[in-house]
């Protein structure tokens, strides 16, 4: 249970990987972690994990990121059960080697990685500007450096490659959380990206058949563990050298330089209103069905 005093993080992904390392660490430092899952019955085996490791208190909410009515659905919830969120850690993601899509139709990786976190952070700034001083922390990847946004393709349904597809989300996230901090200025609220270096999580494999398993066992004696991937994370969303600092993008608990396409303004106006078409119009429809 938490108290109208006790502070609120949210983490996406918290389940497995870097989101229930990052939801542990924040437990610890004496968050009340709401860790948001796709799966019950994995949320839950995480759930006592994170409480049990940490010593801190956490709960279990759920929502498919992939579907833009149960996002939706969850922050109706959010709002109605805290009465404040301090850090949002959008960390959940997805890599598919064959091409796929949401419940809304969106090729997948755009549509969980980026779009569905779109609309989730959207729906609760309103709750973050009135706590003050909250933090909003994106996970990101290296991989934006290799990422392209055609406006015209934004389907990907010819030609897909993973490579594409994971490239352009991550190139997404950050050039959404810069302009997210550039609407926030003077509210109270910051927004950083992350790049977490190569970690070892389940990410890379196939939720249905298990595909990739063996490959991923061997990159763990080379990739760091979830816990040394979630510390940047943490390092932004918690400390005093990171209040005030937005708009950047960190690697090692360190401020870098990003892609130059990262800093197109002009890309980031036309994604953020790309994306706001794309979740009006998916409202628009769930209403008409009512």
Known sequence: MTNKAQKIALVTGANSGMGKATAAALASQGFHVVMLCRSEERGRAALEKVTRSSGGSASLMLCELGHMDDIRRFCVEFLSTYNRLDILVNNAGVITLDRRETKDGLE???????????????????????????????????AHKIGKVDFDKIALKKGYSVF???????????VFTKELARRLQGSGVTANCVHPGAVATNMGVDRDTGFGKTIMKLLKLFFQTPEQGASTAVYVATSDECAGISGEYFYKSRIHKSSKRSYDQALARRLWQLSEEIVDRTDREESSHD
């Open 164 to 174: 594409a597809a994971y490239g352009r989300a991550k190139l997404c996230n950050l």
């Open 108 to 142: 997948l990786q755009f549509g969980v990685n980026h779009i569905g976190h779109f609309l989730l952070t959207v729906s609760l700034l309103d709750l973050m500007k009135r706590t003050g001083d909250a933090r909003i922390v994106v996970v990101g990847s290296g």
